[in-house]
C-alpha cells in the first residue's frame, strides 16, 4: 500500500498561485494514476484532476481546466498541483489519491489517500 503527504498549502490572494506536493512512499508510485481532489467546507469531495503513471496524459475538473496543471517525478515519489489563477471558490483541503485505472472522477476508484493540505484563497 502507498502511503501519500501533502504539502505546500495556505494562504495566497486571488489570482496568485501556489504549488502542490504529494509524497508517496513505497516502489510502486510509478505505476499508479495519481489523483488530485478537493473538499471545501460544508461540500464533498470531488475530483479535480489526474495523471498517469508515465505522466504522459491528465484529466481534469472542468472548474480547473486551464487554470491547473498536474505533473509527476517517479524518481522522486511525488506529484504535483500547479495552481494558477486562484479563485476564492478553490478554497479547500486538497488530497492526493491513488488509482490502478485512468479515467475515473470517483473517489470509490480511488484507494490511498493522503491526509490533505488547506489552500484559502482571499478575495
Known amino acids: 500500500q502507498v502511503q501519500l503527504v501533502e504539502s505546500g498549502g495556505g494562504l495566497v490572494q486571488a489570482g496568485g498561485s501556489l504549488r502542490l506536493s504529494c509524497a508517496a512512499s513505497?516502489?510502486?508510485?510509478?505505476?499508479?494514476?495519481m489523483g488530485w481532489f478537493r473538499q471545501a467546507p460544508g461540500k464533498e469531495r470531488e475530483f479535480v484532476g489526474a495523471?498517469?503513471?508515465?505522466?504522459?496524459?491528465?484529466y481534469y475538473a472542468d472548474s480547473v481546466r486551464g487554470r491547473f496543471t498536474i505533473s509527476r517525478d517517479n524518481a522522486k515519489n511525488t506529484v504535483y498541483l500547479h495552481m494558477n489563477s486562484l479563485k476564492p471558490e478553490d478554497t479547500a483541503v486538497y488530497y492526493c489519491?491513488?488509482?490502478?485505472?485512468?479515467?475515473?472522477?470517483?473517489?470509490?476508484?480511488?484507494?490511498?489517500w493522503g491526509q490533505g493540505t488547506q489552500v484559502t484563497v482571499s478575495s
Open positions: 513505497g516502489r510502486t508510485f510509478s505505476s499508479y494514476t
Open positions: 489519491a491513488t488509482t490502478r485505472g485512468f479515467g475515473s472522477r470517483l473517489e470509490i476508484d480511488f484507494g490511498s
Open positions: 495523471i498517469i503513471w508515465s505522466g504522459g496524459s491528465t
